[in-house]
């Protein structure tokens, strides 16, 4: 039998497995640590009912790390799978795609990953891995390929420009991070961009791609033995390299600040906020079920409720705590028709002020505890789910417990604990405000 014909019948008897298998009640995952001979960080979860691994391999190479040249880490890691330990773009993908395996990249502004998923079968799961070590290992970062991404990293740049959303996101960030690392969009400027050259690429990939700036997390039909081996497969051939340094601290504001862009739609996009937490806030609990109550938690926040329900001013409307490596955003946004911006920005304000000053009601801190913790299972429902919170894990050095524990710390959070946190976190005096559109239509 073939290897494309392998895979289509291990594909077919994994699918005729899952529609057999039971459904079990989900219990948080039992987290393995280790850490690689060159210093890789290792988190792995067993998940023997699936006979498929994924493997995420997580390095501190974000666009943070860009140094001034925008745009360099999503190059890099754009250009992992266009060439590598001499093979082409093609080959790679025809490689993967013979054995079944599927293969992601990201870059973010605190992050850099490069996912593969793969059956467990030997005669599959070994070509896969070799290819995916390769590509980290003996990237060529080949000329063509460089101009190719660069070409796609304009046409997406272009694409901003004209996408009123992203135009409010870029001014948002400019606006509430100044001179920090945060501030630069991920995928650079034009400018940037065209500027940026090969030896920048092969200098930050030698930098940054090393296993001591690594995390590996693996979940999958493996036993810790396979896992072990697996890990030093994937990253063993790196260098061990150094972590990258501390990112500079995020400035408080001192003042408002508003910035208006006009754009040719029929809506205005607002987003309001400041610096936010960092990962490991103490806070982070309380104000991660207190903006469930604000704007999180879907068509049962106040938000929801305020500019949408009562008043037609929004069809969405959210608030967002994004911890970082640094301090993240704390950020609020809508999206209304021009003629209404001005009163969906008042309302907007209005709810968060009263927030912030006498926190959530009884009934609504209890609401959210068991909306938080009934959709819990959810989140860990699939080892896609495993394995991306075994990163998030593993990057911001969280407990291994922190999965297990989850809903006991959200039932512990009290309103006090609400309100003290949201009073020491966000402060209405110093918000950043940004509006794009006002420009009539498209």
Do not use: C
């Not at 700036?213 to 994937?234: F, K, M, S, Y």
């Amino acid at each position: 039998m073939s290897n494309p014909e392998r895979t289509n019948a291990w594909l077919a008897a994994l699918l005729l497995l899952f529609l057999l298998l039971p459904l079990p009640a989900l219990a948080a995952p039992d987290i393995q640590h280790w850490e690689t001979g060159n210093g890789a960080r290792v988190y792995f979860v067993p998940t023997p009912a699936l006979p498929m691994v994924d493997v995420r391999v997580v390095f501190d190479a974000g666009s943070a790390r860009n140094d001034g040249h925008g745009g360099l880490a999503t190059l890099v890691n754009g250009l992992l799978a266009e060439g590598a330990g001499g093979l082409d773009a093609d080959t790679i993908a025809a490689r993967l795609e013979s054995v079944g395996a599927q293969l992601d990249n990201d870059a973010l502004r605190d992050m850099a990953v490069v996912s593969l998923r793969s059956l467990t079968d030997p005669e599959l799961l070994a070509p896969a891995v070799a290819t995916f070590a390769t590509l980290l290992a003996q990237p060529d970062f080949p000329d063509t390929a460089l101009e190719r991404v660069r070409q796609q990293m304009l046409v997406a740049l272009e694409q901003e420009r004209q996408d009123p959303a992203a135009q409010a996101r870029n001014a948002w960030y400019r606006a509430v991070y100044g001179d920090h690392p945060y501030a630069a969009p991920t995928l650079g400027t034009p400018e940037s961009v065209n500027a940026l050259t090969r030896a920048q690429v092969v200098a930050f990939q030698r930098r940054f791609y090393v296993a001591r700036n690594a995390v590996v997390a693996i979940v999958g039909d493996l036993d810790r033995g396979r896992a072990e081996a697996l890990a030093d497969q994937v990253i063993g051939r790196l260098p061990a390299g150094e972590p990258a340094p501390p990112l500079p601290p995020v400035a408080a504001l001192t003042a408002p600040r508003s910035v208006t862009v006009a754009f040719p739609s029929a809506q205005t996009h607002v987003l309001v906020g400041q610096p936010g937490i960092d990962r490991r806030d103490p806070d982070y609990f309380p104000l991660y079920v207190g903006n469930h109550i604000l704007g999180g938690g879907g068509f049962t926040s106040r938000l929801t409720r305020e500019v949408r329900d009562e008043r037609g001013l929004s069809y969405s409307v959210y608030s967002a705590f994004v911890p970082m490596r640094a301090r993240g955003p704390f950020l609020l946004g809508l999206q209304t028709r021009n003629d209404q911006a001005g009163e969906a920005l008042t309302v907007l304000n209005a709810v968060l002020d009263k927030f912030v000053a006498g926190g959530p009601t009884a009934a609504e801190l209890e609401a959210a505890k068991r909306n938080i913790t009934g959709g819990f299972p959810l989140r860990i429902d699939s080892n896609a789910n495993i394995v991306e919170y075994l990163a998030l894990i593993g990057f911001y050095r969280l407990p291994l417990d922190y999965l297990d524990t989850f809903n006991d710390r959200v039932e512990a959070v009290t309103a006090a604990q609400v309100r003290a946190a949201f009073a020491r976190r966000v402060h209405p005096d110093r918000l950043v405000t940004v509006t794009v559109g006002g420009g009539g239509e498209g």
